[in-house]
């Protein structure tokens, strides 16, 4: 059964800490991505990479960063959390870059995030 | 520019009705991909359906039927005889061919609640 884990479904942190979210993968997928999930926005991705090392952004980048040193493996991390990043975090992951926004999108059950 | 339109923010019936969720998109792009997701309240979206611009069959699998009309550009997503186990959110996205970003298009999503 394909499996995209995140490692916490709630954190509770305080405004100017650093947060990592870590997401593992277990179908060899080339491509991860990281997503926010409002109410009202739908789905906006934060990043997206395609291999190890590298990585792209997508539509709210700002406050963010992302690490990929594995390829089962892409960690989203904030510097410094703010209020605003409060949120629904969403990992998901694709088989090939070629198929990215083509093919079907495997997710996580997500991280909720507050920040205080 | 694209765009994807839940304009149903939330939907309530009673199980064993009929419910049709709507979908309205635009893109300039002649080729592109439609896709639904469900989102339960266990919080991991699951891939419904892809629909290709090129392919204007609508499908039906089981209780669930999609009406795809490039005429009116919607791709709406019927549940027959619903149930309680269908309540979630549903999201609407779409992708074209010609983004270089590779990126899905996101709609707001629709809270289907059947009540037993």
């Known amino acids: 059964d394909v499996k995209v884990t995140q490692s916490s479904r709630y954190l509770v942190k305080r405004t100017g800490e650093k947060v990592f979210l870590e997401c593992v993968q277990d179908?060899?997928?080339?491509?991860m991505f990281w997503y926010r999930q409002d109410p009202g926005l739908g789905l906006r991705l934060i990043y997206f990479?395609?291999?190890?090392?590298?990585?792209e952004k997508g539509d709210i980048p700002e406050g963010y960063s992302v690490s990929r040193e594995k390829k089962e493996r892409f960690s989203l991390i904030l510097e410094s959390a703010s209020t605003n990043q409060t949120s629904m975090y969403l990992c998901?992951?694709?088989?090939?870059?070629?198929?990215?926004?083509?093919?079907?999108?495997?997710f996580g059950e997500g991280s909720r995030l507050t920040v205080l | 520019a694209q765009k994807v339109t839940q304009a149903q923010t939330e939907i309530s019936v009673v199980e064993k009705e009929d419910v049709t969720l709507d979908c309205v998109y635009e893109?300039?792009?002649?080729?592109?991909?439609l896709f639904w997701y469900k989102q339960p309240p266990s919080g991991e979206l699951v891939f419904l359906i892809r629909?290709?611009?090129?392919d204007e069959q609508n499908e039906i699998s089981g209780r669930y039927s999609w009406n795809f009309q490039k005429s009116t550009s919607s791709f709406n997503f019927t549940i027959t005889a619903s149930q309680v186990v269908d309540s979630a959110v549903y999201f609407c996205?779409?992708?074209?061919?010609?983004?270089?970003?590779?990126?899905?298009?996101w709609g707001a999503g629709t809270k289907l609640i059947i009540k037993p």
């Open positions: 179908m060899d997928h080339e491509n």
């Open positions: 629909r290709n611009s090129f």
């Open positions: 998901a992951s694709s088989t090939h870059r070629q198929t990215a926004n083509t093919g079907e999108l495997f």
């Open positions: 893109t300039r792009d002649t080729t592109y991909y």
């Open positions: 996205a779409l992708s074209e061919a010609g983004d270089s970003n590779y990126q899905l298009i």
């Open positions: 990479s395609y291999d190890v090392k590298m990585k």
